[in-house]
């Protein structure tokens, strides 16, 4: 039997399941950013300044690209 408080909590539910399928800190770059973009992305997890961090150039293999 659906009851009301069933039909509030499942919008919640769905939510949540929903976000934790998706990557959380998705973005569409262009290739041309991607480098700058992950370099960001690894100093802010790392804690670092930006330019403490290394990256070489993006790398397109097999449809992905690789940085």
Same mark, same amino acid.
């Given at each position: 039997?659906?009851? *009301?408080?069933? @039909? %509030?909590?499942? *919008?919640? %539910? %769905?939510? @949540? +399941?929903? =976000? =934790?399928? +998706? *990557?959380? $800190? =998705?973005?569409?770059?262009?290739? =041309?950013?991607?480098?700058?973009?992950? %370099?960001? /992305?690894?100093?802010?997890?790392?804690?670092?300044?930006?330019?403490?961090? +290394?990256? @070489? *150039? /993006?790398?397109?293999? $097999?449809?992905?690209?690789?940085?």
């Amino acid at each position: 039997m659906v009851t *009301p408080r069933l @039909l %509030a909590i499942l *919008p919640v %539910a %769905a939510s @949540l +399941l929903t =976000a =934790a399928a +998706l *990557p959380a $800190s =998705a973005k569409i770059v262009n290739e =041309a950013a991607m480098v700058s973009h992950c %370099a960001e /992305a690894a100093a802010t997890e790392l804690k670092v300044m930006m330019n403490d961090v +290394l990256t @070489l *150039p /993006a790398e397109r293999t $097999s449809g992905k690209y690789h940085v």
